[in-house]
């Protein structure tokens, strides 16, 4: 669901005021090396003083060149606009709007793309571009106080990791299909500059300007932006620097930098990797549930597939609690989770179904799902139909005037029996 600017855009890996939000990497068009400010002959100083700090913390070694282009905040939302307009065609956009709608996670007529360059504009204060291997940083006025130097170290870590693993060689720009692999890997980079930034400012902020930071960061503006912001776009856009930084904090602890490194070249397959390591450092990964080749013949004549992705345990979680299982309860049904595969069609006459099948890790986690499933539907206000056979659940949510209730439960059986 997750459009490819948006998983592929927190690697323009943006960063925010202290651990909070960017976009999914890739890169801002050519406008944005253009900076609207100089660092001073004292912050390139401090620069390379942060440079040389996070390197050591981080135990990687540092390219020659580490000081940022400084732009304002006009300018870095241009920068999102263009690149996500680059990034993402109309199509797409419609598509994942579709989707988030037919599971009630978006109403109509509200724009993705809006909302998206909404909450970036708002909350990011610093990116990295892997691909022009340059790092920008947003200031009002050209100045660094403590808010700007968290970002820089940030972002810097990023800069870092580019340097010894490559980041575009992480292969988001090819997870379109697959949201839930592609935030997996972006909690791994998001997490590890989360946990290297935490520990800098540890070392060298003052309580004032920790304090400091966090006042910027709770800006009342920023907080209504957060609080206008769909659950689904706000809690995808978090996940890798809060959950990240606990999947990170879990391999240092069994393993030390050393082990961090080496999941760069092993990254997690799946949000329930991130959100329970165990199961990473087990090597267990997503079943493959795959849609068979013949699935829009099987609804009959004149429908089609519109798009399709994979959910993920995470999205799972929030669809569920956007449905009105409290938190814990929607944790629950979602941690048995095995994998998923999410399809939308578009039939005759305005009709539409979207599928989600699902694998679960024994059939008493597929029995829980299917219940909370089947509130969430209700408190959704959607129009579905659920079967479960064995470990398997298949969801079809409908629009329009078919299927009938008799053809889509076969459907969905033949579907969770194959």
Not at 206 to 233: F, K, M, Y
Not at 255 to 266: E, S
Not at 344 to 349: E, N, Q, R, T
Not at 376 to 395: P, Q
Request: contains cysteine; charged residues 20%; hydrophobic residues 45%.
């Amino acid at each position: 669901m997750l459009l490819p600017g948006l998983v592929v855009a927190a690697l323009a890996l943006a960063s925010c005021a202290g651990p909070a939000p960017s976009a999914p990497p890739s890169e801002p068009p050519s406008p944005a090396a253009t900076p609207t400010a100089t660092s001073s002959p004292d912050d390139a100083a401090t620069y390379r003083q942060i440079a040389a700090q996070i390197a050591a913390i981080r135990g990687l070694d540092a390219p020659d060149r580490v000081e940022p282009a400084v732009i304002d905040r006009a300018k870095l939302k241009q920068n999102f606009l263009e690149q996500f307009d680059k990034e993402n065609s109309v199509v797409e956009v419609r598509r994942a709007e579709r989707i988030y709608q037919a599971l009630g996670l978006l109403s109509q007529g509200v724009s993705l793309r809006d909302l998206y360059l909404e909450l970036q504009g708002s909350q990011v204060v610093g990116y990295y571009d892997p691909d022009a291997k340059e790092l920008f940083i947003v200031s009002h006025d050209g100045g660094l106080g403590p808010t700007e130097r968290v970002t820089y170290a940030h972002e810097f870590t990023h800069e870092l990791q580019d340097h010894r693993f490559d980041l575009n060689s992480l292969g988001l720009d090819d997870l379109t299909e697959d949201s839930d692999r592609a935030l997996g890997i972006l909690s791994l980079v998001e997490g590890d500059a989360t946990v290297t930034q935490t520990a800098w400012m540890i070392a060298n902020l003052s309580t004032a300007e920790l304090g400091q930071v966090a006042a910027e960061a709770s800006d009342p503006n920023l907080l209504e932006v957060l609080a206008r912001t769909p659950a689904i776009l706000l809690e995808t856009s978090l996940f890798p620097y809060s959950a990240g930084a606990t999947f990170v904090a879990s391999l240092q602890a069994r393993g030390g930098q050393a082990a961090v490194d080496a999941a760069f070249a092993d990254p997690p397959a799946s949000t329930e990797q991130i959100l329970h390591p165990e199961k990473y450092a087990a090597d267990a990964a997503p079943v493959s549930v795959v849609m068979p080749d013949d699935l829009s013949a099987r609804f009959g004549a004149g429908w089609s597939k519109v798009a399709t992705d994979t959910m993920g345990e995470l999205q799972v979680r929030v669809w569920l609690r956007e449905g009105g299982l409290p938190g814990d309860v929607a944790r629950t049904a979602a941690d048995g989770w095995g994998g998923d595969r999410l399809t939308l069609l578009d039939g005759p006459a305005g009709a539409a179904v979207l599928l989600l099948a699902t694998a679960w890790d024994t059939t008493a986690d597929a029995t829980t799902f299917e219940a909370a499933a089947r509130q969430a539907i209700a408190g959704l206000a959607k129009d579905g139909r659920i079967v479960r056979v064995g470990s398997r659940v298949v969801i079809g949510l409908r629009s329009g005037p078919s299927p009938d209730d008799a053809e889509l439960d076969a459907l969905l059986r033949g579907l969770a029996s194959g």
